[in-house]
């Protein structure tokens, strides 16, 4: 049978097109995923120089990845190519066609990302990969699919997504590609922050490539997301830690590095008089340690964050010079990748003519080490206009995963911002709307989703200035539910310390209208295992409402908050949750030192709640209900309601009697079947 020349080629194409869509992974990454669709509309980018588009419709560089904030990036050159490696929290791309999409149901979002531990949760699972599209204040955060386990190869993987592209309640239109007239923040690009699409919650993520297509552009998920073998390697070794002290002539696994670019001198008598030790300097600007005997693992075990310890003199000589010293470079990888830790990590000396202790921790490092020949190592260090002298170091592989030291911190009481053990910084902060008091603290930013009102609040008889969001509006779509605090020319240091242990205090408003709504601090900025990401507060953090129609007193402790703040600047702590119009007159913080002479002191300590004592009711002579309470306990008042269900608590008006060990109220039977004890 002959065929037209027209038929042959629709036959030739339809062959053509299945013999594309029939096409699996694992795909090279030297060239784009076999399964894609030529005709299809796409918009990319590509770190580093390849993968040209295929056809006049894939185009090239439309795409930016921005950086900045909590969503910075940072080249990362590993196995052979070079990509963007996720500082922050979100990985977000601006599309600067991004209203091509505004038709399309779905959008198909490809990458080239590095097949590593960032891929998976903390517990090296499979997670949802999350995508926020729109613009405040309708948004959404569709699921894309899942990442499987066998993408943790330490190679370059195709791995492709899949989102609706849905509509807004206001005005119908498409969440991608158009910005509606009720737009707030920077939308430039359609989306959030500046960019269209972001990529929620990837800390340490690395991509090479980020593509948008229409739906099918690539091929289908299931056949993209297939991934070559990870090559084989002897088990992580039950160690963490290696180090060395010169002073004491002892090591444990580390020895200082004697050649090529990184020559020493040792010494001995370094320091001051009253703490003289031997200590080596780099005769040029790198000192670098080795670790033998592979004792903290192979360049083909997985990289992990490594804690460097370090004991430095800052020589009075340094006064005034800009002498500058920390880690600087890290192996990425076995095959020769590197990456450099950022300038602004390294300590700039004062010259206080005192030895100092302190730490770094430098996450994703590789053990083959930079320039460590046959050993393996940790980052290399460097000094800037001067040599720098130490006599001690320690390093410690921060474990994950079910490795039977995942979790520990060996050099835990080694500390990144030596300050946080004085009394440079303060450690509490006060806003009091009512008294107008703002010491270190004020009411945040109102603007975007965190719109708030300041206003005066409370019972008849104690009306109190407060502040609450400013909820619904009328606006469309539009429920401010948060509050935010701004700190005060860094009352407590500055945002480069290490994570702070912080007691929160606030007075709020029970208010009997909005009894049963809730609230709490609940989103923070934090760093893991070196890694800036977000912290959430759990459910159990809520603070609900009684309606007692007085001021209360909730109180909070975050372990681990980063002064960045979210969404408030220049320094903030948690930004605050509430389901209603709950108004709060007051807020402290106080930071609860780990070291130095404020450690573990607890200023907020008298706002911790206080459990209530024990209540005996029983029925007394006379027709009276006899209720008992321990007499050591002082500031409760009893409280009494008739239906526990929808209770309505009031203060009992009659003063206990202490009789013996006990406090006791004699009370007339009545309607009130429920009685607590509570603290004002």
């Known amino acids: 049978m002959k065929l037209s020349p027209v038929v042959a080629a629709l036959f030739i194409s339809l062959v053509g097109n299945f013999i594309a869509s029939a096409q699996t992974g694992p795909f090279s990454p030297e060239d784009w995923p076999l399964s894609k669709q030529v005709g299809k509309r796409v918009h990319y980018i590509v770190n580093d120089e390849g993968l040209p588009p295929p056809s006049e419709t894939w185009v090239a560089n439309e795409l930016m990845i921005l950086t900045g904030g909590d969503q910075g990036t940072a080249d990362l050159t590993i196995a052979g190519h070079t990509g963007k490696k996720v500082t922050g929290s979100f990985l977000n791309v601006a599309d600067q066609s991004f209203g091509e999409w505004a038709d399309d149901e779905f959008i198909d979002i490809l990458i080239q990302a590095y097949g590593d531990a960032a891929l998976f949760n903390g517990a090296g699972q499979p997670r949802n990969f999350n995508f926020l599209t729109g613009t405040l204040p309708e948004l959404n955060a569709p699921n894309g699919g899942q990442v499987p386990l066998e993408a943790k190869n330490k190679k370059w993987n195709w791995i492709l997504f899949r989102i609706p592209n849905g509509t807004r309640a206001s005005d119908g239109s498409r969440l991608i590609g158009s910005i509606p007239a009720n737009a707030q923040g920077s939308t ?48 992580e070794p039950l160690t963490n830690w290696v180090g060395l002290d010169l002073a004491q002539n002892l090591t444990n696994h580390l020895v200082v590095l004697d050649d090529r670019d990184q020559t020493v001198t040792f010494e001995n008598g370094v320091g001051p008089a009253n703490d003289k030790r031997r200590a080596v300097r780099p005769a040029g600007a790198y000192l670098n340690f080795g670790i033998t005997d592979g004792f903290l693992g192979k360049p083909c075990n997985d990289p992990h964050t490594i804690k460097v310890c370090v004991d430095y003199y800052d020589d009075p000589a340094f006064a005034g010079a800009e002498v500058r010293f920390g880690p600087e470079a890290y192996a990425t990888d076995d095959r020769g990748g590197l990456a450099l830790v950022p300038a602004d990590k390294r300590a700039t000396l004062t010259g206080s003519g005192q030895w100092v202790r302190r730490s770094w921790t430098v996450p994703a490092v590789n053990l083959k080490g930079v320039n460590t020949g046959t050993l393996t190592g940790g980052p290399r260090f460097i000094s800037e206009n001067g040599q720098v002298a130490v006599s001690r170091v320690e ?5 994950t995963g079910n490795h039977a030291l995942a979790g520990l911190d060996p050099l835990a009481a080694c500390f990144e911002d030596p300050t946080v053990c004085t009394d440079v910084w303060g450690n509490s902060a006060t806003l009091d709307l009512a008294q107008d008091l703002r010491d270190g603290l004020e009411v945040g930013t109102s603007s975007g989703d965190q719109e708030m009102v300041v206003a005066e609040a409370g019972p008849a008889s104690d009306r109190r200035l407060a502040v609450r969001p400013a909820r619904d509006d009328g606006t469309p779509g539009l429920s401010h539910q948060y509050l935010n605090f701004s700190i005060l020319e860094e009352r407590f240091g500055p945002s480069s310390q290490p994570p702070a242990r912080l007691a929160m205090c606030v007075t709020y408003y029970d208010d009997p209208a909005l009894v049963g709504a809730r609230f709490k601090p609940e989103v923070y900025s934090t760093e893991r295992n070196g890694v800036s990401a977000l912290g959430f507060t759990p459910d159990s953090y809520f603070v609900t409402l009684e309606g007692t129609d007085r001021w209360r007193e909730a109180y909070w402790e975050i372990p681990d908050v980063k002064f960045n703040g979210v969404n408030q600047g220049p320094q903030a702590a948690a930004r605050f949750v509430l389901n209603d119009k709950i108004f709060v007159t007051s807020v402290r913080y106080a930071v609860i030192r780990p070291c130095g002479p404020n450690a573990d002191q607890n200023l907020l300590a008298a706002c911790q709640p206080v459990a209530a004592p024990v209540l005996t009711i029983a029925l007394g002579t006379d027709n009276l209900i006899v209720v008992t309470w321990s007499a050591a306990v002082e500031g409760f008042s009893l409280e009494a309601t008739a239906d526990s269900a929808a209770p309505a608590w009031q203060a009992v008006n ?11 109220a004699r009370l007339p039977i009545g309607p009130t079947t429920f009685y607590r004890l509570a603290k004002p």
């Open 188 to 235: 430039t690009f359609g989306g959030v922050n500046g960019g269209t699409i972001r990529f929620e919650n990837v800390s340490g993520l690395t991509v090479r490539a980020v593509a948008l297509g229409e739906l099918g552009a690539f091929g289908e998920p299931e056949d993209i997301n297939q991934f070559a073998a990870a090559e084989g390697c002897d088990p």
């Open 395 to 399: 390093l410690a592989v921060l474990r």
């Open 654 to 664: 009659l003063v206990p009697v202490v009789e013996g060990t006990q406090r006791v």
